[in-house]
Structures are given as structure tokens and as C-alpha cells.
């Protein structure tokens, strides 16, 4: 399993990138992994505040729907455009191509409730 270092997780296998007061966040590896072939990404969430843990989208795979919790408080200002059309990239590239929203932090510090790379391992492999 991949699992970047210089990221960090949640218990609902998404994974966070912060540029300044601005987190890029996807699902992990091992979530799109359980999930399986992944057919369409649904975020109609753009421009919204939303809270931690509030869903904002939905990732649709051959044998399941599930939903996509938000890690972190604040406004999505901007979602990968590229997951219409290819939403495999999920599959394929899940910490590059595959990134879902960015967000703008309501507040930076909830960012140290998330988990470190060698945290959200240990979750991952009790499950």
C-alpha cells in the first residue's frame, strides 16, 4: 500500500495536502483499493462552507457508492474537473491525478487531529 509521508489521513481514508491555508484532499490508496474500479466521481459542492466530517460528494465504483467526508472545515474552491472524464484516476494516481477538491481551512488547526502516515497504517491493517 501507498502511503505518503508527507500527507496526512482520516479515519474515512482521505488523505490532506496543505500549500498555506489551502489542503488538496482524494481518498487513499487503500480506499480506492477496497472501493474497486472506480466509474464516477459526483462533487456538486464547489463554492460551498462546509463542516468537518459533512459529505461532499460521492465516489461510485463497480460494486459500491460511497461517500466522501470532508477532513477538514471549510470552502471547496475548486474540484478536479478531469474526474468527468476519467474517473480512474482515482484508481490509477490517487495522491496525483486523482485528487478530488481543494479547500480553503476555516481553521488550520484541525489539521492536527489528522493522522500521520504511520498512524492511518496502523488503522488500515485492524480493519
Known sequence: ??????????????????????????I???AQSELGDIVFVEIETEDE????DEVFGTVEAVKTVSDLYMPL???VIEV?????????LVNKEPYEGGWMIK???????????LLSAAEYKKLTTEE
Do not use: C, R
Open 103 to 113: 479547500v480553503e481551512l476555516k481553521d488550520k488547526s484541525e489539521v492536527e487531529a
Open 49 to 52: 462552507e462546509l463542516e468537518k
Open 80 to 88: 478536479n474537473e478531469n474526474l468527468e472524464s476519467q474517473p480512474d
Open 28 to 30: 487513499t490508496d487503500f
Open 1 to 26: 500500500m501507498n502511503l505518503p509521508e508527507n500527507l496526512k489521513y482520516s479515519k474515512d481514508h482521505e488523505w490532506v495536502t496543505l500549500e498555506g491555508n489551502i489542503a488538496t484532499i482524494g
Open 73 to 75: 472545515s471549510g470552502k
